[in-house]
């Protein structure tokens, strides 16, 4: 019995060998890999160049980082500024960067930020 069972097996596995060498493999140049983040705010993910970074460095005080090269802890917000209204009334900035409190100066100049952003054209 166990002759018959090997004979099943490799016959099953010879069999699917030819199908995937009769598959063509497609040519071109690969799809390019784009790294995607999440909003804090709205859970929203997109491609990270799509998305505004917030960092908190050494010192404990948070920065806007329009590069995304920074160094310290990140977050990321949407360009929505009823996402950055969201984030900084129910402190999931401070969550994401791990402190306690913002800073007043960072949390006013994270204000007029949102500020400055175009209003949402999802908004309905």
Known sequence: MR???SKARSSATQGD???QTTRKKQKGPR?????QRTCVACRRTGAKRSLIRLVRDADGR???DPT???NGRGAYLC???ACWN???RRHALERALRIDALHPDDAASLEAYARMLPP???AE
């Open 62 to 64: 948070v920065h806007i």
């Open 68 to 70: 995304g090269k920074r």
């Open 79 to 81: 360009d929505d500024p």
């Open 120 to 122: 949402s054209v999802a």
């Open 3 to 5: 002759r018959t069972r």
């Open 17 to 19: 060998t030819v199908t």
């Open 86 to 88: 969201q984030a900084l």
């Open 31 to 35: 799809p390019k890999h784009v790294p």
